[in-house]
């Protein structure tokens, strides 16, 4: 049978088999959704998370969200959609206003850099096609917490902020005499969680309204049904971990999945690494999933038995093939006095980096384990654009994104409609 979608609705740990839901589509019969299983020997659970609105009324109604291609292009439909709409004669200016403020609730990472690329589309393609709407635009940005871009350096914050609410740089002083004196695109509010979110207004805990045009959530995430229902099934010892996991399936340090026997591995954000120590906790980033599903793949193809053994409630370290040792196993073995043992997952933290409009950026990289350095504008633009290159998984695709970045500098970015 051939299945073109399917997805896991859950994991039996007894059986050890997977229950799936599938479309299926055969060529002398419509297609059909069905059940099926998978059976595993080892599994690798990797499904990541999905967005969390923490209990928000009218969030999941009313705001857009960034989490994959789908909401990418029902942000771009709606903005271009609420341009569109501003642009008719009849309406009024108030009305203006409403459609073309644009609220952006979370400003940690994807938030930010969702208002920079905003911002460079404000400055770079809104004096082209809509001039008379430009004195009408806003963004502004919401949080509970009291800074923004918590990841990172004050110094940097400081810096995101100032980029950020700084006077607009236009091309022409034509573009300039269109706007009022005390023009600000950008308005940040910090330190005032969001109560609710009505079809066209934010209401903060201290009762303000903000009406808006389009509201798009950046808040968090949250774990997906099926980690919370094989956290359940993994028992007692997995459960325990779980005021510090938080709904992730905590792992060991070779990341197996606390509470099976060494046949459940996990990887990504749906994980807690170290919930012992939350002073080691790993951010739900992609640096972390990459290099935890690069160590899962040496142990993997090496054939290493990976099974559970406990010696007077301490748990033994999976034993290394000697005959294919790495760097990383020398100095574990060299750690430990025992070069019998492979080496456990070591996350290398090269740093964090987050664009904030105008060809400038973050990068906030770490030299040494004590020792980070931050650099902002342009020199942290071409870092951010430089790792952004080396990340893609092939030639081709560095060199359509390359084409692109080139396309959008010299024409601008295309706003047509396609239905």
């Not at 659970?45 to 990418?72: H, M």
């Not at 918590?150 to 034509?174: G, I, Y």
């Amino acid at each position: 049978m051939n299945y073109v979608e399917a997805a896991a609705t859950d994991i039996d740990l007894e059986k050890k088999a997977i229950s799936c839901v599938g479309v299926s589509c055969d060529a002398s019969a419509p297609c059909s959704i069905e059940e099926f299983t998978v059976p595993y020997d080892r599994l690798l659970f990797a499904v990541g998370t999905q967005i969390s609105t923490f209990g928000v009324p009218g969030v999941k109604e009313n705001c857009c969200f960034l989490k994959d291609i789908d909401d990418a292009r029902k942000i771009r439909r709606a903005i271009i959609s609420l341009f569109e709409s501003a642009n008719i004669a009849e309406v009024t200016d108030d009305e203006k206003k409403k459609l073309l403020t644009f609220s952006i609730i979370g400003t940690g990472p994807s938030g930010i850099e969702f208002a920079g690329e905003l911002r460079d589309f404000i400055e770079n393609e809104v004096p082209r096609y809509y001039p008379n709407l430009l004195r009408h635009v806003k963004i502004k940005l919401f949080d509970f917490a009291k800074t923004v871009l918590t990841p990172f350096d004050k110094k940097l914050q400081d810096a995101a902020v100032d980029h950020l609410t700084k006077e607009m740089v236009w091309r022409s002083d034509k573009i300039a005499s269109w706007l009022p004196e005390d023009y600000h695109l950008i308005e940040i509010y910090l330190g005032n969680g969001v109560k609710e979110v009505k079809r066209d207004r934010i209401i903060l805990n201290d009762g303000k309204v903000f009406p808006f045009g389009l509201c798009l959530w950046a808040g968090g995430n949250g774990p997906v049904p099926i980690t919370l229902d094989l956290i359940k099934k993994l028992g007692k010892e997995q459960q325990d971990l779980q005021p510090v996991a938080r709904g992730r399936l905590a792992v060991d340090p070779w990341m197996r999945v606390i509470g099976s026997k060494g046949d459940i591995f996990a990887v990504g954000d749906c994980t807690c690494f170290s919930c012992h120590d939350k002073s080691k906790i790993l951010p739900a980033t992609a640096q972390v999933a990459s290099q935890q599903a690069d160590y899962l793949a040496m142990v993997l193809s090496k054939g290493i038995n990976m099974t559970i053994v406990e010696n007077q409630g301490t748990v033994i370290p999976p034993y290394r093939n000697k005959l294919e040792s790495t760097i990383a196993d020398s100095v574990a073995s060299f750690a430990m006095n025992n070069d019998d043992f492979l080496a456990p997952f070591q996350y290398l933290d090269l740093g964090i980096l987050a664009y904030i409009g105008g060809n400038e950026a973050l990068a906030q990289l770490k030299l040494l384990p004590n020792v980070t350095t931050g650099i902002t504008g342009r020199l942290g633009f071409g870092i951010w654009q430089s790792v952004y290159m080396a990340k893609q998984l092939s030639l081709r695709n560095q060199l359509l994104i390359l084409f692109d970045w080139i396309k959008t500098k010299t024409f601008g970015r295309d706003i047509t409609q396609l239905s």
